[in-house]
């Protein structure tokens, strides 16, 4: 069966780094465009980035571009975001899901928290 299980968030000071990972079953992660999607207290959900299934092309929204790089380990079967230069803006509860659009699968989220 498809599952999705994140791991990585925590607690963090303003400035600091996390990488989330993502690590897939019943599918490549190779396979299919991959995303990244956060929500925080009180908000919808936002789509924060993706990586094209063929080309790796990657996608980040404008708030995070130069601080977020999405990547992906074929062997591991395992979608990683790492997060660089945390800002207060950046707490939430990140999901990983499968394709850009319709997204299929979720995981169950990881939650990161940047605190002074």
């Known amino acids: 069966q498809v599952q999705l299980v994140e791991s990585g968030g925590g607690m963090v000071q303003p400035g600091g780094s996390l990488r989330l990972s993502c690590t897939a079953s019943?599918?490549?992660?190779?396979?299919?465009?991959m995303s990244w999607v956060r929500q925080a207290p009180g908000k919808g959900p936002e789509w924060v980035s993706y990586?094209?299934?063929?080309?790796?092309?990657?996608y980040y929204i404008a708030s995070v571009k130069g601080r977020f790089t999405i990547s992906r380990d074929s062997a591991k079967n395992t979608l990683y975001l790492q997060m660089n230069s945390l800002k207060l803006e950046d707490p939430a509860l990140y999901y990983c899901?499968?394709?850009?659009?319709?997204?299929?699968?979720w995981g169950q989220g990881t939650l990161v928290t940047v605190s002074s």
């Open positions: 899901a499968r394709r850009l659009i319709n997204l299929d699968f």
């Open positions: 990586i094209n299934v063929g080309s790796g092309g990657a």
């Open positions: 019943g599918f490549s992660v190779s396979d299919y465009d």
